[in-house]
Nanobody, 117 residues
Framework: QVQLQESGPGLVKPSQTLSLTCTVS??????????WNWIRQPPGKGLEWIGY???????YYSPSLKSRTSISRDTSNNQFSLQLSSVTPEDTAVYYC?????????WGQGTQVTVST
């Protein structure tokens, strides 16, 4: 059974960089043909896909967030991470990590990140 768990600060100040890590257990992030995603849900809104890192270390980002987003991985710890720079209160959301390319079969429980002074 694959499990994903998000971790990171719950409060970030405006203009700073949001950093989250997803720890994966029960499967390797380098296993062929799997994609590892970051997705968020702002309060009162729908899910927004942020980007992914693939089994082969390729990345792809939402065009609307691309200029501020970086996703990387640590294969020794079976983790992948999100960095979102220059955050504003509009980046306040529950952030999820999930496995899949267009359909997601495993999700983390989500972590609330609030951007505020």
């Amino acid at each position: 059974q694959v499990q994903l768990q998000e971790s990171g600060p719950g409060l970030v100040k405006p203009s700073q960089t949001l950093s989250l890590t997803c720890t994966v257990s029960g499967g390797s992030i380098t296993t062929d043909y799997y994609y590892w995603n970051w997705i968020r849900q702002p309060p009162g809104k729908g899910l927004e896909w942020i980007g992914y890192i693939s089994y082969s270390d390729n990345t792809y980002y939402s065009p609307s967030l691309k200029s501020r987003t970086s996703i990387s991985r640590d294969t020794s710890n079976n983790q992948f991470s999100l960095q979102l720079s220059s955050v504003t209160p509009e980046d306040t959301a529950v952030y999820y990590c999930a496995r899949g390319q267009t359909d997601y079969d495993y999700w983390g429980q989500g972590t609330q990140v609030t951007v505020s002074t």
